[in-house]
């Protein structure tokens, strides 16, 4: 199995053949249930307020993928979230854009077009999305054609049959051709944490998927319940943080799916803050995968200026 | 980088009076002792003025409770019994935010504590205890056991309405009467409980809250009348309360010390085990007499384990009690944090490898930083002295065999924590560690359904659970 970059002798040691993989992931320290979510819940406690909130708010729009996966979806509604993205609260131009617009790859271009010379990015699903259920040829095509029409990042899903059958080799191998397929793109790899059920899966797969050379590790395709949980975004921050530890390098997390509102996202990036570290508080290397929680992001942050709350009819519905 | 704004829950809500009274026979009385001023550990200030009982306010308090316990509490049956006591769990609920805003204000710990763990536990120790009113016949100590008669109750600093709710909830179930005394830094949220009680029109006499130094605390555990003291504090205190009380009929239960082991073995959830070794420790600064102020870790994994505790560590955010953002608040007194600063001074001087986290403090109060200790040897100070405070001694074992002996090395025995993924281990260890609570994969959980207490010179008797009522009833 091919390394794919210059890793740790102890990293490159567990990717050398499929038992040693097999053996560094079932090696990893486990995952206590009760604990991580006892840990979860009390981090959500933290009050932010204010100024601190303010800027969460701003943080928070910077980081969202704004996504729309639908099979209704028309380049007229790709055309207007790209616009959307821009200019998030048309009236306020000082709201910053947001980090990337997460299409299917049929819609990249029209997204990509709208989008030249913004530096918001384009993102698109790809590898037989959300099932993954496909021969390897179609997912190489599926992510080259995404990567052709101008996605800047994709968002792969591994093969959860294989992961759960225990044939680590196999996703590894995937992850790496794609990676290699997307060329400069950037790749966020989802784990489909909602199907791998266990903690302890979670973080395997996250390892798996930082060891293979993915970008970014991101929880859910949003088409399973439960999308992304708090807790299982814990998991992964502390692999990026771990990773890190281990090599130096700062790989990305990206809860998708499920967080709908500003309370929610700013729970988040308390996780972000205290159990990554505050370096992570960045677009580069967090975002959250939505499409309704930006609208609750701009309704509280008119209210944090305007003092008083104006409601869902001064945001823009796209 | 994002600095949370101060997020301070509002001191106006304790209600807070410039002067409390102590609560004996139904009443709000003026005591004859001297009074105490008790202050706001976070900012030295005067809170309130509490009068203080005198030897003959401690007799009128126990005939006061032999009155009611003679005449109407324990004739009461207990469906009726059980009514007054879900009254006053659903009055603490009721009064929550008021009961946890004085608590953070008179003890210095932070509010999402006084708001999270204490207040609610202490409810649940009266909705628990309330249950069992009527049914203490199936309760396996005979069809109708009999309750012991006037109980006097003597609690600590640490947890100053919850160790009165333990106290005094167990108490009530089984038909006894109550003198208490709540710790002499800490009187404020025992005496809002005697408002509550009123309030419930608790028969006069039933409860009695009686606030004052140790000389109070003696007389009432000296008090002829006295049937059952039960006793929270210090070891050395229990030691004297134990021979105060020796050739006398009363029965006694003491919950004193500890210097608890958590052990964690190298197949152990580590991440977990860095918020369970944290939880054991810096919860509630680390006044927490079960505290896991040992931490046993096996060689293999202990510079990982210890780099991740540091980080930890750092981020744990000291200052304002009542910030709801305050992990770590205020040490309670001048004198602990004295005896706290002394201690670790000892520990440098012995040796060890102090860290201290980089965290700001206030200005004013009394703040300690949270400290690990590593390199620690059974022989130092810091091994075997209960500290009290937020400090963490590390040591390191190799077997399983080694770490049992080092975790019984200790003349102590409240609780354990055992963190391993390996489940016949667990068992293996717990069967071997000498510590009347031993929790695994996780700490400092308290539930009144589990009987907590210790054994050795952390005392002797059971709260809570099936097994702590035996301590209120003839058995």
């Given at each position: 199995m091919a390394a794919p970059t210059t890793l740790p002798s102890a990293l490159a040691d567990a990717v050398r053949d499929e038992s040693s993989l097999r053996r560094f992931l079932h090696g990893l320290p486990g995952v206590d249930q009760v604990g991580v979510e006892q840990r979860a819940a009390g981090l959500g406690t933290r009050s932010i307020k204010k100024a601190s909130k303010l800027h969460a708010i701003d943080l928070a729009i910077s980081m969202v993928d704004l996504t729309t996966l639908e099979g209704a979806d028309t380049h007229g509604k790709v055309r207007s979230l790209a616009a959307k993205a821009k200019r998030p609260d048309p009236e306020r131009p000082d709201v910053p854009q947001v980090a990337a617009v997460c299409v299917y790859p049929d819609m990249v271009k029209t997204a990509a077009d709208d989008l030249v010379g913004t530096g918001i990015n384009v993102a698109s699903v790809a590898t037989a999305f959300p099932s993954g259920r496909s021969t390897m040829d179609i997912k190489l095509a599926d992510t080259r054609f995404a990567v052709e029409q101008g996605a800047s990042e994709v968002d792969m899903v591994i093969d959860r049959g294989a992961f759960l059958s225990g044939r680590y080799g196999q996703v590894f191998e995937e992850i790496v051709k794609i990676k290699e397929a997307c060329g400069d793109a950037h790749l966020k790899v989802i784990l489909e944490t909602g199907e791998l059920v266990t903690y302890d899966n979670v973080r395997r797969a996250s390892w798996l998927a930082l060891l293979a050379g993915g970008d970014f590790i991101k929880t859910s395709t949003g088409k399973v319940q439960p999308a992304a949980t708090l807790p299982v975004t814990h998991v992964m921050l502390q692999a990026v943080r771990d990773w890190k530890q281990q090599t130096g390098e700062l790989r990305g997390v990206k809860p998708a799916g499920g967080i709908r509102t500003t309370k929610d996202a700013i729970k988040y990036l308390v996780a972000v803050h205290e159990v990554a570290g505050p370096e992570w508080l960045d677009p580069h290397l967090f975002r959250f995968g939505a499409s309704t929680l930006l609208n609750d992001l701009l309704m509280q942050r008119r209210t944090q200026l305007d003092g008083h709350y104006s409601g869902p009819d001064y945001v823009t519905v796209d | 980088m994002w600095e949370y704004a101060p997020a301070p829950e509002s001191r106006d809500i304790a209600n807070l009076k410039p002067a409390y009274k102590m609560f004996v026979d139904g009443k709000f009385v003026e005591g004859t002792g001297e009074p105490l001023k008790t202050i706001n550990p976070a900012t030295e200030e005067v809170l309130a003025e509490v009068s203080t009982a005198s030897e003959s306010d401690v007799d009128t308090a126990v005939k006061a409770a032999r009155k009611a316990y003679d005449r109407v509490w324990s004739k009461m049956p207990g469906s009726e019994r059980a009514k007054y006591i879900y009254r006053i769990a659903r009055q603490i609920q009721e009064r929550g935010r008021e009961l946890a805003v004085l608590e953070s204000l008179d003890n210095g710990k932070p509010i999402k504590e006084s708001r999270d763990t204490d207040i609610p536990t202490a409810a649940s120790h009266f909705f628990y205890h309330a249950g069992w009113a009527d049914k203490l016949g199936y309760a396996g100590y005979g069809p109708d056991p009999k309750p012991l008669g006037v109980a006097g109750q003597v609690i600590p600093w640490n947890f100053p309405l919850l160790m009165a709710a333990w106290k005094i909830a167990p108490a009530l179930a089984c038909g006894n009467t109550v003198v208490l005394k709540p710790a002499e830094t800490t009187p404020l949220t025992a005496l809002v409980l005697a408002d509550i009680i009123q309030q419930c029109d608790l028969p006069p006499g039933v409860v009695n809250i009686i606030p004052g130094a140790g000389d109070v605390g003696a007389a009432l555990v000296g008090h002829a009348d006295v049937n059952k003291v039960a006793f929270t504090g210090s070891t050395d205190v229990g030691k004297v309360i134990q021979g105060q009380l020796a050739g006398t009929n009363k029965k006694l239960t003491l919950e004193l010390g500890g210097k608890a082991a958590n052990i964690v073995f190298d197949d152990a959830p580590l991440d977990q085990a860095v918020e369970g070794i944290v939880n054991g420790i810096f919860f509630n600064q680390g006044h927490?007499?079960?505290?896991?102020?040992r931490l046993l870790v096996q060689e293999s994994i202990a510079d990982e384990l210890i780099e991740k505790l540091h980080a930890r560590v750092s981020t744990l955010r000291v200052g304002d009690p009542l910030d709801k953002n305050t992990d770590v608040g205020a040490i309670n007194s001048r004198e602990q944090l004295t005896k706290i600063q002394e201690l670790t001074a000892s520990g440098e001087a012995e040796g060890a490898t102090r860290w201290t986290s980089s965290c700001p403090l206030p200005d004013k109060g009394f703040f300690f930083a949270p400290t690990v200790f590593s390199g620690v040897s059974q022989a130092m100070r810091i091994a075997r002295e209960e500290i009290f405070g937020p400090v963490l001694s590390v040591l390191t074992f190799r077997t399983p065999e080694e770490a049992v002996a080092k975790a019984n090395n200790t003349p102590y025995g409240l609780s354990a924590g055992i963190w391993t993924e390996k489940g016949s281990r667990i068992l293996w260890m717990a069967q071997r560690m000498r510590a009347g609570v031993v929790w695994s994969n996780t700490f400092n959980r308290f539930d009144p359904t589990a009987p907590f207490g210790g054994y050795q010179e952390s005392g002797f008797g059971r709260e809570g659970g099936r097994t702590g009522l035996e301590a209120y009833l003839d058995v």
């Open positions: - | 927490v007499c079960c505290a896991g102020s």
